[in-house]
């Protein structure tokens, strides 16, 4: 088993702070630790911004090309973490591995639901409302077999989790496993604000 922390296609914002350190640390934390991991590697592609980071981030783990984590990664489970899912509980992500090891599951992924409306839009005419209950957002982690990894080949992509799922299903069963509040995807800065703000309130209220 692998444990990839996948930088691919999200710029600058992995390295955004949220309560003092960047999401990518956050991310970084919430990788569990358990027998049988054979390496943390994080997944990178040529923006400037993840070149800046490389002398810091091989700190870590061994910085892979996004290119290569199908051949780095041949044989082995994969789960595929995204620091934009910075406060995805451990918690949750052993529980996902734990339940995919005893049921055998080909892959897995998490999810978040819709809570946005969403409209049909045609000739640019709102037409009708989508029902939101047959919707869901991907979030962290996916967990693909190493039948999956083997499936995929050059065709796994880290840079859109919600395409890799769909690129999952042309092969094989996806489960789809509900995340926490806390396991939500921000994808600019001010969701980052927005998520900070929702854990203040949700420490305040545990204390």
Aim: proline share 6%.
């Amino acid at each position: 088993m692998r444990f990839l922390l996948s930088l691919s296609g999200r710029g600058a914002l992995p390295f955004a702070p949220l309560h003092g350190a960047s999401l990518f640390r956050h991310a970084l934390a919430a990788l569990p630790v358990r027998p049988g991991v054979d390496s943390l590697l994080i997944g990178v592609d040529q923006g400037e911004a993840q070149r800046r980071a490389l002398p810091e981030l091989s700190a870590y783990a061994e910085v892979v090309d996004a290119c290569d984590v199908a051949r780095t990664c041949a044989g082995d489970t994969l789960v595929v973490h995204d620091p934009l899912c910075p406060l995805t509980p451990q918690a949750f992500i052993s529980a996902m591995l734990t339940r995919f090891d005893e049921d055998g599951e080909y892959a897995a992924a998490a999810h978040r639901p819709v809570t946005d409306t969403i409209k049909r839009v045609r000739d640019g005419c709102v037409t009708d409302t989508i029902d939101r209950e047959g919707l869901g957002i991907v979030t962290a982690p996916v967990i693909l077999s190493a039948q999956a990894v083997a499936d995929l080949g050059a065709g796994l992509a880290t840079d859109d989790l919600a395409e890799l799922v769909t690129s999952l299903r042309a092969h094989g069963p996806v489960s789809l496993v509900k995340a926490p509040s806390m396991g939500r995807r921000v994808d600019n800065d001010s969701a980052v604000r927005l998520l900070e703000c929702v854990e203040e309130m949700s420490r305040e209220l545990r204390a």
